[in-house]
């Protein structure tokens, strides 16, 4: 699987997302079970909650993926109550610095945020026009996503 394959299926299922974020704050757990889900019906093996391999046991990760191509460690960050508009940068941030201690390296390891209001789109959209970031930004159904390589 690729980063944009993964941003792809995302996109795909923006109305679901969509109307998620309309029920309120706390929908990130929701996302991480429906990312989780739309991977294995696209025949990707993926597991939540799954604890980082010591000496850093005591962080989990969101989500650990499996293919043909690779393994894949997933931070995910979307945009709720708690973080809205350009804050939602302080959550990718964080979490490019946890999953950075992902060792050892499965293979690939990406950070996903998901935002919808403008201020967010447009933070996500600056970040990703950074070569230095290495991330990619697409904006589809009512939501952008950003798919950062770490």
Known sequence: ???LQLQNLIINDAARIVAAITTGAGWEVWMQVELTMQLRANQVQAAR???YPPPNQALVLDILAQ???GIYAIELKVESANNAGAAIMGGIDADLSKIARYIPNPGTRWVVGLGYSDAALNAMQLFAANPHNNAI???GGGIG???ATV
């Open 1 to 3: 699987m690729t980063n």
């Open 49 to 51: 909650e799954v604890p």
């Open 67 to 69: 293919d043909a191509l």
């Open 137 to 139: 930004f697409a904006i």
């Open 145 to 147: 996503v950003l798919v």
